[in-house]
């Protein structure tokens, strides 16, 4: 059974930056594209960042580019989402998303596994 659990979220000032963790249960992860995606209250969820099965291919979206870095560890089975110069926009509960090929997708309907979400929240 395929378990994602993410960690690392809280409470920051603007400015500040939060690493996120999201360890895989599972022999699946070193072949498996990764993404991390946010949900604000009342909107959609959204791309973050997505990552390859390599790390050799990674997308952001326009909205954290330059600000926010999508990494991966394979012997670990752990993505990470380094998020730097955080916003009060930034707010949101993360969840990181785990597909069974090797490339990297941007919508959630092309992901097969979540984890719980973790709450990320940046003060003005």
């Known amino acids: 059974q395929v378990q994602l659990v993410e960690s690392g979220g809280g409470l920051v000032q603007a400015g500040g930056s939060l690493r996120l963790s999201c360890a895989a249960s599972g022999r699946f992860f070193s072949g498996a594209a990764m993404g991390w995606f946010r949900q604000a209250p009342g909107k959609e969820r959204q791309i973050v960042a997505a990552?390859?099965?390599?790390?050799?291919?990674?997308y952001y979206a326009d909205s954290v580019k330059g600000r926010f870095t999508i990494s991966r560890d394979n012997a670990k089975n752990t993505v990470y989402l380094q998020m730097n110069s955080l916003k009060p926009e930034d707010t949101a509960v993360y969840y990181c998303a785990a597909r069974t090929t090797i490339v990297a997708a941007t919508t959630p309907r092309e992901y097969d596994y979540w984890g719980q979400g973790t709450q990320v929240t940046v003060s003005s």
């Open positions: 990552i390859s099965w390599s790390g050799g291919s990674r």
